[in-house]
């Protein structure tokens, strides 16, 4: 059984390939990101997705699989009782997360909450409600840089994101009070899985931008997780985009923010010129926070084809001893109603020049079969309680 030295696993933030069998009870029967966005556009520039085996496992528009992809390609489907970038994440690295995160999308936050928020951060909270990042920017921004108040809001997501103007809010001084935002949505009763702070430029509608300064304040992992084990033996954990923020930095020996997919992409090829042992794990979120929640399905496509292009680039650069795994955390169809994450199953791309064929594996139940993989690879054992089967043996 082949062993690696490294292992590149990267996250396409909400590619999924399909509705699960429980779609329904998530509202989300009829969901399918890949396939729709497939269906939209017709075909897509992503000769090296094609050739690892993706439209082996999911086909759409003009557009089909190889019949001999050169991945092991299987579907995981996700057995926590969610569908949100930190369960998501969680699971792959062992956890199963029964009790879903709250959400605050048809009320608001509390009038409770809010005064607090208030009166610890001193400053006056407009917006809470449901809303497009971008819209509600447009909607109250003026606002807010000519009286100094605080626009909060939340989505379909367990989140509670704050808005400031970089110049007049001040960056600092945002992050001041998104910390004191997370220290109150820690109770039961308020808890939501991120705090997010969304720092913005500009100077009126339709010119406010938000900036890559975003910070995100999640929850501590509910129990150790594969990240732990690797960092615990002396192996590396190199963290790139928003993995750092998901796992409140447990398991992490070194983090890299990107300032969008493309440069997250460009630190993972940087990465893979490196001397490290270990795991280098990596989340894209442009996928999921420019063009899923957008629901914008072309601009969804050509981010998947400036993926590719990258992808290309990362294949050449890995030798025989590193084992890419390419995955995603659920599903966000840009075709679908609303603006939230689907239920749906996501891909497993296993590759590496060191195997000697590809082909299809039996789908999996868990996303969790990938953390198990991953401390297998290094001989170590996963944290008592948790979930996963290790697949190793499969890859050849």
Known sequence: MKRYNRIFTIVLDSLGIGQMPDAARFGDEGADTLGHILDHMG?????????????????????????????????????????????????????FTEKPFQ???????????????????GKRVIGNKSASGTAIIDELGLEEINTGAMIVYTSADS????????????????YRCCEIARELTLRDEWKVGRVIARPYVGNKPGEFRRTSNRHDYAL???????????????????????????????????????DSSVHGMEQTIEAAGRDFKGLCFVNLVDFDAQWGHRRNPEGYGHEIEKFDKNLGVLMEKLGED?????????????????????????????????????????????????????????GLAMPEGSIGTSILSQLG
């Open 220 to 258: 501590k992992p509910t129990a150790p997780t594969a990240l732990n084990v690797l960092k615990d033996a002396g192996l590396d954990v190199i963290a790139i985009g928003k993995i750092n923020d998901i796992f409140c930095g447990e398991g992490v020996t070194e983090s890299f923010h990107s």
């Open 43 to 95: 075909t897509l520039d992503m000769p090296n997705l094609r050739k690892l085996g993706l439209l082996d496992l999911h086909t759409g528009g003009q557009m089909t699989g190889t019949g001999a992809p050169m991945a092991r390609c299987l579907r995981l489907s996700e057995a926590s009782n969610g569908k949100d970038t930190m369960t998501g994440h969680w699971e792959m690295m062992g956890i």
């Open 159 to 174: 989140v509670m994101q704050i808005c400031g103007h970089e110049e007049t809010f001040d960056l600092q001084n945002l």
């Open 322 to 378: 590193d084992l890419l795994l390419l995955t995603a955390d659920h599903g966000n169809d840009p075709t679908f109603r609303g603006t939230d994450h689907t239920r749906e199953y996501v891909p497993l791309l296993a590759w590496s020049k060191a195997m000697d064929r590809g082909g299809l594996l039996e789908q999996q139940n868990s996303f969790a079969v990938i953390g198990a993989t991953i401390a297998d690879n290094f």
């Open 103 to 121: 959400t605050f999308t048809d009320t608001g936050f509390p009038p409770e909450l809010i005064a607090e928020l208030e009166k610890r951060c």
